[in-house]
């Protein structure tokens, strides 16, 4: 499937681009910095522009069957619109070359129903100190982003991951359009969930948590690495073999617990 990935360049997306080469689909990869791309495949190209060029983004979409969008930017206490701003021109270049299936990050505190039963100081005082100072901004326009996205008439499926962690192998994640049983997700779950999502109708106009169950990091560690900004190392490779036909998403939608 020819498919295109924003936000190729990040943590989330270099292995959302290695998993979905190594699945044998085409990939364009969405990034302001091609040269500083590290993939090279034969069924790799690169597509250099920011996501806030229409002209740029209408490009990247033109013969495309499916997009992924794993865009992100650091928290920041300034006003944030990358998420809508670009999503909008997303959208716009999706109806203007007819590619109907989008998968796209967003993040679990934009649901208000948000509960990841971390325990009293998580939830009482840990979470809505992040929601309130420096995640406040990227949540409002992540908020922005999904409501553009829900009222297109485009086959959207949204996926909100908790806090997310470097991880060497996919994991029997969880995928609900309920509470979420954890506070983290890690990158590889996330990128393979991304993936799924082309060959999964049932996810068609929902919004999913996906958490990853097992091997999660601890507050201390997400914080450093994540909050801080210490992002550990990616993988040097991921890969992971088509899943067999999943149907519907539940627990352990994942292809398995299979080594990258
Ligand atoms: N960190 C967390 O704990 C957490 C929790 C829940 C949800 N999320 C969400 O998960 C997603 C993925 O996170 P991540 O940490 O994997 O992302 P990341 O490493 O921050 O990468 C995001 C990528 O987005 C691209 N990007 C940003 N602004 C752009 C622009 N104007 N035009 C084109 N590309 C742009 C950048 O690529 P280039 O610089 O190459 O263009 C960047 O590499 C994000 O949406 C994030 O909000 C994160």
Same mark, same amino acid.
């Given at each position: 499937?020819?498919?295109?990935?924003?936000?190729?360049?990040? /943590?989330?997306?270099? +292995?959302?681009?290695?998993?979905?080469?190594?699945?044998?689909?085409?990939?364009?990869?969405?990034?302001?910095?091609?040269?500083?791309?590290?993939?090279?495949?034969?069924?790799?190209?690169?597509?250099?522009? !920011?996501?806030?060029?229409?002209? /740029?983004? !209408?490009?990247?979409?033109?013969?495309?069957?499916?997009?992924?969008?794993?865009?992100?930017?650091?928290?920041?206490?300034?006003?944030?619109?990358?998420?809508?701003?670009?999503?909008?021109?997303?959208?716009? *270049?999706?109806?203007?070359?007819?590619?109907?299936?989008?998968?796209?990050?967003?993040?679990?505190?934009?649901?208000? =129903?948000? !509960?990841?039963? &971390?325990?009293?100081?998580?939830?009482? /005082?840990?979470?809505?100190?992040?929601?309130?100072?420096?995640? =406040?901004? $990227?949540?409002?326009?992540?908020?922005?982003?999904?409501?553009?996205?829900?009222?297109?008439?485009?086959?959207?499926?949204? +996926? =909100?991951?908790? &806090?997310?962690? /470097?991880?060497?192998?996919?994991?029997?994640?969880?995928?609900?359009?309920?509470?979420?049983?954890?506070?983290?997700?890690?990158?590889?779950?996330? *990128?393979?969930? +991304?993936?799924?999502?082309?060959?999964?109708?049932?996810?068609?106009?929902?919004?999913?948590?996906?958490?990853?169950?097992? &091997?999660?990091?601890?507050?201390?560690?997400?914080?450093?690495?994540?909050?801080?900004?210490?992002?550990?190392?990616?993988?040097?490779?991921?890969?992971?073999?088509?899943?067999?036909?999943?149907? =519907?998403?539940? $627990? &352990?939608? *994942?292809?398995?617990?299979?080594?990258?």
């Amino acid at each position: 499937m020819n498919i295109v990935c924003f936000g190729a360049n990040g /943590a989330t997306g270099r +292995l959302l681009v290695r998993q979905a080469l190594t699945e044998g689909h085409a990939v364009t990869a969405f990034t302001r910095h091609p040269e500083a791309f590290p993939i090279r495949d034969d069924r790799l190209q690169l597509a250099g522009g !920011d996501v806030l060029d229409p002209s /740029a983004v !209408d490009k990247a979409v033109s013969g495309q069957k499916a997009v992924l969008s794993c865009l992100g930017v650091p928290f920041s206490r300034k006003p944030i619109s990358v998420f809508s701003h670009g999503m909008a021109n997303i959208l716009q *270049a999706m109806r203007h070359h007819g590619v109907r299936r989008l998968a796209c990050v967003s993040a679990t505190p934009v649901d208000p =129903r948000y !509960d990841t039963r &971390g325990g009293f100081i998580f939830e009482k /005082a840990l979470k809505p100190v992040i929601s309130r100072t420096i995640g =406040r901004t $990227m949540y409002h326009d992540l908020r922005r982003m999904e409501s553009l996205v829900t009222q297109s008439d485009l086959d959207w499926t949204i +996926l =909100r991951p908790s &806090g997310l962690f /470097a991880a060497s192998s996919i994991t029997d994640y969880q995928v609900t359009g309920g509470l979420t049983a954890g506070q983290f997700t890690s990158r590889t779950d996330l *990128a393979d969930c +991304l993936l799924r999502q082309l060959d999964d109708d049932w996810s068609i106009h929902r919004a999913l948590a996906v958490t990853t169950v097992s &091997g999660q990091p601890g507050f201390l560690r997400f914080f450093l690495t994540e909050v801080i900004g210490k992002k550990t190392a990616l993988p040097a490779r991921s890969a992971c073999p088509p899943a067999a036909s999943e149907g =519907r998403p539940s $627990m &352990g939608a *994942a292809c398995g617990r299979r080594p990258l």
